[in-house]
């Protein structure tokens, strides 16, 4: 694991990151398998809106950061970054990515998006400035309420994840692989791409890594 302490290499990593994280979302939503918890319900909202699916993750983030005002979790460049590029990264992506009906393609499409969303993840948490509106949201809840991050995300997500089916959002094979996979997945990678120490997602990690593992950016 490289320590990485300059800010320019910082900012550079976490927008790679970021869009990144946009990129894989598309992969996953063209794959048609299933979503994670937060873009079943992204998904399914935008179904009722006239906005698309990236502008609606843009929305959702934008509502969420402004929760935190009573909540006062301070955000940081990376926070206002993740409001902008994620969903943006995605609908561009949507733009040209061809839908998969094939099982192989969409197993194909599947497994990048679930790869790729970890290493954009392990980015995004190394660079150190700030975590994503949905990762501030749980992190809120266990500071405040004294909750363990298991039950904090479990409960969050849990919730967003039957209103985005009940919204008709994708629930499948995608969501119960990225419910396991994710968490070793940025494990992983956290101990193979550069790194702030003082980074507060990589340190809940270090405390909490057992049931600690990011929803990825969003």
């Known amino acids: 694991m490289k320590h990485l302490h300059d800010a320019p290499a910082r900012l550079v990593q976490l927008v790679i990151g970021l869009w990144l994280y946009g990129v894989t979302m598309a992969f996953m939503v063209r794959a048609g398998l299933g979503l994670d918890p937060w873009d079943v319900f992204h998904q399914g909202l935008a179904k009722h809106w006239p906005l698309s699916f990236g502008m609606t993750v843009n929305v959702v983030g934008a509502i969420i950061l402004l929760a935190w005002i009573p909540l006062r979790q301070k955000p940081g460049i990376g ?7 994620i969903g943006t990264a995605a609908d561009i992506t949507l733009r040209w990515l061809p839908t998969a009906h094939a099982l192989p393609l969409q197993i194909g499409y599947l497994a990048f998006g679930v790869v790729g969303n970890g290493l954009a993840g392990a980015l995004y948490i190394g660079a150190g400035l700030g975590p994503g509106p949905r990762d501030g949201l749980w992190t809120s809840v266990v500071r405040r309420r004294g909750w363990s991050v298991r039950v904090a995300r479990t409960l969050i997500e849990g919730t967003v994840l039957l209103v985005g089916w009940l919204l008709g959002g994708s629930v499948g094979l995608g969501t119960v ?37 990011p929803e990825a950016v969003v």
């Open 79 to 85: 926070t206002v970054l993740n409001v902008l590029l």
């Open 177 to 213: 692989l990225y419910a396991i996979a994710i968490g070793p997945l940025v494990q992983r990678f956290l101990q193979l791409v550069p790194v702030t120490p003082q980074s507060p997602l990589l340190s809940r990690r270090a405390v909490d890594q057992a049931e600690c593992c």
